[in-house]
């Protein structure tokens, strides 16, 4: 038995969900009723016990040997990704989300404006049932227990049926730290293996607040649960190399990006867009930084494995370089390489390389000149991935905002590693997390990173100031001045 597969064996489950005749509404309720009793002694008035509770949870995955025995046991759990990748995601998304939440208060007294005669209280939404993905069966977890307890609310998370041995062993330790700091361990908690679509759709109907990350499917039940639901739309991230790009620097960060967890992320680039000009040069330097450069027969030779049957081929998700060339039949050359690089001349639709892919794979397309890029980038996005992100490596701030002005995303990355940065980074001010809403262009209705301010109630307390009403003549003087009375 393997050490992971011993932590496996040894995970605990609370008392009363383990009745394998129990059906899953009756479970659910449960869960519920025990989340809803913990919310009632957690100490959710007091910004100070809370932070602690925050704190307690970041540490139970930010710990080093916690951080690297979960990765090492959801890449044994889901096969998806590599250990050190994920032992990166555990840490620096834990710290960088522990940052932004110490800076804010959310109970009690959130903020005042006298000027206004505003006072603003912070409350809870209530239990928060947290949907969580194969491709994150730790970090994503932890990212939403700690958003959820921070606003004094109680989890129960909904695990991938693939990971659910590692996210079971990440709410063991979350339970055990809010244990230590002496807060109820049923404010975190999860369904009971063996986890399916009954017990999550449970769960989405009864909850107070849906939170779902992960597949498609997932997230448009949970709209029709009718519950309150925050859902995040799919990835499939273009990336445009201006004809000014440092094209090193560019090509670097590329591959930092893609090659990271086995580009299991949602910011993960699928696409590259080089403009003409600097075509060659910026394929030489992705080349360079680790690319290998696919015949026309190595590109229709993955072309036939990356899909079977309209979905993706599960032997080459989020594999390691030499594990995929040997499944896509590609030479000892490109197993040896970093990530793969196909070449196309439009932009093709679903299951084509447009779409997403979770791979090694990277698509180049070619494009005449910045109009053009932003026109195949668009093309792409209507594939997948509308309302998610672009990025663009330039030297014109001046395209960068043309980038963010004509296209339909939420996020435009300028000169960054997309994956590091997209999710919030200590030298961007995007917030840190491990969900991104896409906004209506993605059916989500956050157009924003998924952050703390999504899980609280606001309670307004006004009280009246001097008159603000100004004359008519402010108001309609223009309209009058150009049309008439």
Not at 104 to 121: A, D, F, Q, S
Not at 352 to 380: C, G, H, M, N, P
Not at 392 to 415: C, F, G, P
């Amino acid at each position: 038995m393997t050490e992971q597969s011993a932590i496996a064996a040894r995970l605990p489950l609370p008392d009363d969900r383990t009745a394998p005749e129990a059906g899953a509404e009756s479970v659910v309720a449960g869960l519920v009723a025990r989340a809803r009793a913990a919310m009632r002694a957690y100490e959710n008035g007091d910004q100070a016990r809370v932070d602690e509770a925050v704190t307690a949870l970041a540490w139970s995955i930010y710990k080093p040997e916690n951080a690297r025995a979960l990765a090492e046991l959801a890449v044994e759990d889901t096969g998806l990704g590599d250990v050190e990748s994920k032992v990166i995601k555990n840490t620096r998304k834990t710290f960088g989300t522990l940052r932004d939440l110490m800076r804010v208060r959310t109970v009690g007294v959130i903020e005042e404006l006298p000027e206004r005669g505003m006072v603003k209280y912070g409350k809870p939404v209530g239990v928060v049932g947290a949907v969580c993905p194969s491709t994150n069966p730790a970090a994503t977890p932890v990212n939403k227990a700690m958003m959820a307890l921070k606003c004094g609310n109680a989890v129960i998370i909904a695990p991938s049926p693939a990971g659910q041995t590692t996210t079971m062993e990440t709410v063991r330790l979350m339970r055990a730290e809010l244990a230590k700091a002496g807060h109820p361990e049923d404010l975190v908690q999860i369904l009971p293996p063996p986890v399916d679509k009954a017990l999550t759709q449970a769960l989405m109907d009864r909850c107070d607040l849906v939170v779902v990350t992960g597949s498609q499917n997932n997230v448009q039940r949970a709209m029709k649960s009718g519950t309150v639901t925050i859902g995040v739309g799919p990835g499939n991230v273009p990336v445009i190399v201006d004809s000014t790009a440092d094209l090193a620097d560019a090509a670097q960060k590329i591959c930092a990006s893609k090659i990271f967890d086995n580009a299991t992320s949602c910011s993960s680039e699928n696409a590259v867009i080089i403009l003409d000009d600097v075509y060659e040069a910026a394929v030489a330097a992705l080349v360079q930084a680790g690319g290998y450069r696919c015949t026309l027969r190595e590109k229709a030779a993955i072309e036939d494995v990356l899909w079977q049957g309209g979905v993706l081929n599960r032997r080459v998700i989020a594999k390691d370089a030499d594990v995929a060339a040997a499944v896509f039949g590609l030479p000892e050359e490109a197993g040896a390489a970093k990530f793969f690089m196909v070449e196309e001349g439009a932009v093709g639709g679903k299951h084509s390389f447009a779409d997403e892919k979770l791979s090694l794979v990277l698509t180049i397309y070619r494009a005449r000149d910045f109009a053009d890029a932003k026109r195949i980038a668009a093309a792409i996005l209507q594939v997948k991935g509308l309302g998610h992100s672009v990025g663009i490596h330039t030297r014109d701030m001046d395209r960068a905002r043309d980038l963010a002005e004509s296209t339909d995303v939420v996020r435009v990355l300028v000169n960054q590693a997309h994956t590091f940065g997209n999710g919030g980074s200590f030298d961007n001010a995007m917030p840190f997390t491990l969900s991104m809403g896409g906004g209506t262009w993605a059916g989500n209705t956050i157009s924003d990173n998924l952050k703390w301010s999504n899980f609280v109630n606001i309670t307004h307390l006004v009280t009246t100031i001097p008159e603000d009403r100004p004359g008519e003549e402010e108001m309609f003087g223009n309209h009058w001045a150009k049309y008439g009375r």
